[in-house]
């Protein structure tokens, strides 16, 4: 039976990541020497939504009283350039803080990747940061948060930034969840940490902060990503990335079936980014029939981008849509739609160019 542990965090935070652990019965799990590679999520778009440096340089104090050797720190963040990806970076002082404790900082896109072809449900082919394969514990640290896609982006998701950057919007495009599933076959992480000292809701980069004051531990990736989502009012069976996580072996995704250990789960609902949606903009008619996550994300990024000067309010992607005559088409696979309506092209279109469009700057 898998163990998960949910333990508050007060004043010490190193006291309570150990306790943590402990309870998760990770303890053990390094072995003098080790080669350690702490991934967290710092996906470059937002600090707020990214894994807090201070529960990341507790995972490397607690790996180094572990006896570890060596300790990394990696990363793959979202292709939006390398400016972003370093200012991101130092806003956070990750270097700084990381050299502090004699850990090292590995951006995963100027790192080596091992070659993987034609496996099932990915790509032809994809490339994983070595550093990642060959380490002897991974520990896997995202912060708690739903997704327009996957519903909540936690364990099993958090692993696609060992990636090459072109892989992970292949990923989108081929169908994310099955390939997140197939790339955790390849990926083990052999400790994994959910940073719930505050989640995200409504979105998973923009959204709001809500303290929950927790850290979720366990051996178990799939485990700790049920007990994450179901903290967020996402019972087991809801979240259709950790069944198919469950159905390939990758671990447990039901909870009445896991040992859980520490403070009792109680859940709170957070609101959903399609919730967040129609909250925002209660005008929007949006015909979505067939579309990837990549097409999404470029329409939410979109919005974002055009707040209040949005002048369309009819909004058509995805392969089987039928838009409406005065809708705004997106992305290549309605290409046939493009002599007829206003639209943004691309796979996937451009957030910038979609916001743009938005803003009624494109013709048909």
Not at 71 to 89: A, C, D, F, Q, T
Not at 283 to 288: K, R
Not at 308 to 333: E, F, M, T
């Amino acid at each position: 039976m898998s163990r998960v542990s949910i333990t508050k965090v007060g004043t010490d935070l190193d006291a309570a990541f150990a306790l943590a652990l402990e309870r998760a019965d990770c303890v053990g799990v390094i072995k003098p020497g080790h080669r350690v590679v702490i991934k967290p999520n710092w996906n470059a778009c937002g600090v707020e939504g990214s894994t807090k440096l201070a529960v990341v340089l507790a995972a490397c104090r607690w790996a180094q009283a572990q006896g570890a050797g060596e300790i990394s720190v990696g990363e793959g963040p979202v292709p939006v350039g390398r400016e972003k990806i370093e200012s991101y970076l130092a806003s956070m002082g990750v270097q700084a803080a990381l050299g502090r404790l004699g850990v090292r900082f590995v951006l995963f896109d100027d790192a080596e990747h091992v070659l993987f072809r034609d496996l099932p449900d990915l790509p032809p082919e994809i490339g994983i940061a070595q550093l990642a394969l060959e380490c002897d514990v991974l520990i896997n640290i995202p912060i708690l948060k739903v997704h327009s896609c996957c519903l909540t982006t936690l364990c099993v998701k958090n692993l696609k930034g060992c990636l090459r950057p072109a892989d992970k919007m292949a990923f989108h495009q081929l169908g994310l969840l099955p390939a997140v599933v197939a790339l955790n076959r390849l990926l083990p992480s052999q400790i994994n940490v959910i940073d719930a000292l505050e989640a995200m809701e409504g979105d998973h980069n923009r959204g709001r902060l809500v303290p929950l004051g927790l850290l979720i531990a366990s051996r178990d990736r799939v485990a700790a990503d049920a007990v994450g989502s179901a903290l967020i009012g996402l019972p087991s069976g809801k979240v259709p990335l950790l069944k198919l996580a469950a159905a390939a072996g990758l671990g447990e995704h039901r909870v009445e079936k896991l040992d859980l250990v520490g403070e009792a789960l109680v859940p709170q609902r957070l609101e959903l980014p399609q919730d967040a949606l129609k909250r925002h903009y209660p005008d929007l008619d949006i015909q979505d029939d067939g579309a990837c996550s990549a097409c999404r994300a470029a329409l939410m990024d979109g919005l974002y981008t055009t707040g209040r000067n949005r002048k369309i309010a009819k909004i058509a992607l995805g392969a089987q849509s039928k838009p409406a005559a005065d809708a705004l088409v997106l992305g290549q696979c309605l290409s046939r739609h493009f002599a007829t309506h206003a639209h943004v092209p691309g796979c996937p279109p451009d957030g910038t160019a979609v916001a743009r469009a938005l803003q009624g700057e494109t013709k048909a």
